[in-house]
């Protein structure tokens, strides 16, 4: 159970890198650093979009709208990392 809760944790952190190669690409594509026509750059906005959509959409539904801001990916890195340092080592205390 154990190795489980470390393959769980192991995938949160790949999560955390994807969102933060989202959040490049996003700063990226704004400041037109890169060419979003370019059909290698479309194919990884939206593989990442994709990937990341599902668990920042609600959360941008639920959160007021700060204009150009958009702080979600924050607070679902935070999210992650409350379940990394808090819920999963509980876990693995009640297992033990």
């Known amino acids: 159970m ?7 944790k192991y995938l949160l952190d790949l999560y955390i890198y994807i969102l933060i190669a989202s959040i490049i690409l996003s700063w990226l594509i704004s400041f037109n ?6 059909g290698f750059v479309r194919s990884l906005w939206q593989g990442l979009a994709a990937v990341t959509e599902p668990l920042l959409g609600p959360i941008r539904r639920m959160m007021p709208d700060l204009g150009a801001i958009d702080i979600s990916p924050i607070i679902l890195i935070l999210g992650i990392e409350f379940i990394k340092r808090v819920i999963i080592p509980n876990i693995a205390k009640l297992v033990t």
């Open 2 to 8: 154990i190795e489980l809760l470390i393959f769980v």
């Open 33 to 38: 650093v890169i060419n979003p026509h370019n």
